[in-house]
């Protein structure tokens, strides 16, 4: 199993940027796949979610307006694309994959990239 995720870098706030994670090794169309990042010092949080089969999609309030989650089950991805960028987005973001059908928790992942760093300057 390999989820590896790419897209990250250092944007001015106010700017975008797209993560992608390229998923391998399990059937990806039956699980859902979410977004975590964690900041510096700080806990890891769920950012977005998108489930398997209806697509139904969860946004943290802080991201719902300018953060989008979406997946294509032909390439095994999945994407979030993130506008309005603000320093406190900041954080290394984590693509993750759950074969259960409402996923929040980090325990309820059952398989996580590696990361990829997102740094905005204010």
């Known amino acids: 199993v390999q989820l590896q995720a790419s897209g990250g870098g250092l944007v001015q706030a106010g700017g975008s940027l797209r993560l992608s994670c390229a998923a391998s090794?399990?059937?990806?169309?039956?699980?859902?796949m979410g977004w975590f990042r964690q900041a510096a010092g700080k806990e890891r949080e769920i950012v977005a979610v998108?489930?398997?089969?209806?697509?139904?999609?969860y946004y943290r309030p802080s991201v719902k307006d300018r953060c989008t989650i979406s997946r294509d089950n032909a390439k095994n991805t999945v994407n979030l694309q993130m506008n309005s960028l603000k320093s406190e987005d900041t954080a290394v973001y984590y693509c993750?994959?759950?074969?259960?059908?409402?996923?929040?928790?980090?325990?309820?992942?059952?398989?996580w990239g590696q990361g990829t760093q997102v740094t905005v300057s204010s």
């Open positions: 993750a994959a759950s074969n259960r059908w409402v996923p929040f928790r980090e325990t309820d992942y059952d398989y």
């Open positions: 090794g399990f059937a990806f169309s039956d699980y859902s």
């Open positions: 998108i489930r398997w089969g209806v697509q139904l999609t």
